[in-house]
């Protein structure tokens, strides 16, 4: 899946994670800020990981500022950001829900 | 070695500061020798100066214990203009032992621990850029935290030898009898400084409001006073305490206050003349008008309300459903002038509060304490002094004191954002397991099993769900995940010490 556009989804509220989602040349590459760093880091990275994976995105920069969310959140608000930037809101991906 | 709550203690440190490992919260009833400062004789009549840097050149050199007391909270002044005194004095190798300390002073901390000037801390607690700067090893003598009453302990003992106290009040006359209840930065009981006016060596009073002689009710007096210095401002009063204290409109909050109400109310506890001490958070201040309404409904009233005095406990006061409110410390304007005007409101220094080795204090007459948690683990064994990434954040106050009441109950919500709250083992063994009662969530209860006269009260009250304790971990791990464990060097940045003197646990520098 190509990325058209830069897209962002989610706030900066505590328990959320927002996702800004952009073009990029060399698989997942992730930038990830987040108080939760030490215990959870990889995990938030991970399932922002596979769920691109899972929509089809391979090469993607993302930017994530977390604040706490658990991983449904991570996921919802992935999705929502990756099918802005490709630009396929209107195909909902519900295998990957 | 090990203590009896399984944790790791350094055995060169344990043996190089005398330590022995906790064993118990039992105190038992051993003779103890109390210590007295020396006093330098005068007939008062010189005491009254107005320059810091004056009273620091004749009262502070290298390697002393310096103290300061926290009731201005973040509106201090008083700290910082000394500590700039001391620093720029070229003063090195000072112990700092002030009640607790707040966020306004920790630039300043951090400063003097660069220059030398600081190199060993006791307090209660820490958090912010000072707990972030020890974590990381700024400090090289591991801080030692101890309680509000083992604070008082400690300088009975003289474990803590108190050489200078700065100890800044809100009115003082020229002798230097003062108190906490007038004058511009008012925070009411002054509790914690009175140990350290009373067995410090020098005591200076730093005061922007000189009244006139004799000053009463003196709760300092001008038998333990070396100096008063005036200064323009002592504190800022805006920040010392919240204004009128707000109840909290969060439904978890709310949902945990009603549910320790309801453990209060079906506790054998509940009845004529029982006492109580809650702490200032958003849950506590709400129980405290669940507890209201449930004394009203029972026709109950209580003996005593102890500890960190706000509002809603002295309106309780004045509305007479509490007989008499036991004041160590004030946390918002409301209490502190309160105090002032119901005779009531008795102030009590922090060994009547808390000190263990007593003919009896406050807290072995206590029924309920309700107390917070950043973490409570499967044991019950609680930790409020370390974050969940292992970062010094928070003082151990009364925590462990109050948790010797016959019912301590624990409130605390599941999960915080992603950070569960109960947990498999504490970062840090603050108070253990032993004085927990009853942890209580917005999901439900877990009871000690070690109490099962408890479990037998509590275990069908509608509404409130029993769990194990093991049941509401399991609940909070499902809910956000296993967390990576934090990585620690072998390095010792603190002790923590149980009221009793023991070392109940320590804390590492972390490793990024």
């Known amino acids: ?97 | 070695m090990k203590n009896s709550v399984n944790r790791d203690l350094p055995d060169d440190l344990m043996k190089d500061l005398d330590y022995k490992p906790f064993e118990t919260t039992e105190i038992g009833n051993p003779d103890i020798q109390r210590v007295a400062p020396s006093v330098h004789v005068s007939t008062g009549d010189n005491k009254l100066v107005d320059s810091i840097k004056q009273v620091v050149a004749d009262t502070v050199k290298d390697g002393m214990t310096i103290s300061f007391h926290h009731h201005f909270r973040n509106g201090d002044f008083v700290f910082n203009e000394v500590m700039r005194e001391i620093i720029d004095a070229g003063i090195k190798n000072l112990t700092l032992a002030p009640s607790s300390l707040t966020g306004v002073m920790n630039d300043m901390v951090i400063e003097a621990i660069k220059a030398g000037t600081i190199t060993n801390i006791t307090s209660s607690g820490m958090r912010g850029s000072l707990g972030d700067f020890v974590s990381h090893g700024g400090l090289k003598n591991p801080v030692i935290f101890r309680s509000h009453g083992n604070r008082a302990r400690s300088i009975e003992h003289g474990d803590i030898k108190i050489d200078v106290a700065f100890l800044g009040v809100p009115n003082a006359d020229e002798l230097g009898n003062a108190n906490g209840m007038t004058g511009n930065a008012v925070f009411g009981s002054l509790g914690y400084a009175l140990m350290d006016a009373q067995y410090a060596n020098k005591v200076v009073l730093l005061t922007d409001n000189i009244v006139s002689y004799p000053n009463t009710p003196a709760s300092i007096k001008q038998t333990q006073v070396d100096y008063v210095v005036k200064v323009d401002k002592v504190g800022d009063p805006d920040k010392i305490g919240s204004g009128a204290t707000r109840f909290t409109k969060d439904p978890k909050e709310l949902k945990i206050a009603s549910t320790v109400n309801d453990v209060i109310v079906n506790s054998p506890y509940f009845k004529q003349g029982f006492s109580f001490q809650t702490g200032s958070g958003g849950a506590a201040l709400a129980v405290t008008r669940y507890l209201r309404q449930a004394m009203l409904d029972n026709k109950i009233t209580a003996s005593f309300a102890l500890g960190g005095i706000t509002k809603p406990t002295t309106d309780l006061l004045k509305e007479g459903l509490v007989d008499k409110v036991m004041d160590v410390q004030d946390f918002d304007k409301g209490a502190a002038e309160s105090m002032h005007s119901n005779p009531n409101q008795q102030e009590i220094d922090a060994s009547w509060y808390a000190d263990p080795d007593n003919k009896g204090a406050m807290v072995d007459q206590l029924d309920v304490a309700i107390l917070s948690a950043l973490e409570i683990d499967t044991k019950f064994n609680v930790n409020v002094m370390s974050g969940s990434d292992g970062v010094i954040r928070g003082a151990i106050g009364g925590h462990q004191d109050a948790g010797t009441a016959k019912l301590t109950i624990i409130s605390a919500p599941l999960v915080r954002g992603r950070i569960a709250t109960v947990v498999p083992d504490v970062t840090t063994v603050v108070t253990p397991g032993d004085s927990v009662d009853v942890l209580v969530t917005e999901y439900g209860i877990a009871i000690n099993p070690k109490r099962k006269d408890l479990q037998a009260s509590l275990s069908n009250l509608p509404g409130v769900p029993v769990f194990t304790i093991e049941e509401l971990q399991q609940l909070a791990e499902k809910k956000v995940g296993t967390p990576k464990p934090l990585a620690f060097t072998d390095r010792t940045v603190a002790l923590i010490e149980y009221r009793d003197g023991t070392i109940i646990d320590t804390i590492k520098e972390v490793k990024d």
Do not use: H, Y
Not at chain 1, 58 to 73: H, Q
């Open chain 1, 1 to 97: 899946m190509e990325i058209k556009e830069t897209a962002v989804a989610g706030t900066l509220e505590s328990s959320d994670i927002q996702i800004m989602v952009s073009e990029g040349t060399n698989g997942i590459a992730i930038d990830l800020q987040s108080d939760v760093e030490k215990q959870f880091g990889d995990q938030i990275r991970s399932v922002i990981t596979e769920t691109l994976n899972k929509l089809g995105v391979t090469d993607a920069k993302v930017k994530a500022v977390d604040k706490g969310a658990l991983d449904c959140v991570v996921k919802a608000r992935t999705i929502a950001a990756a099918q802005r930037a490709t630009d396929t809101t209107d195909q909902p991906a519900w295998e990957v829900l």
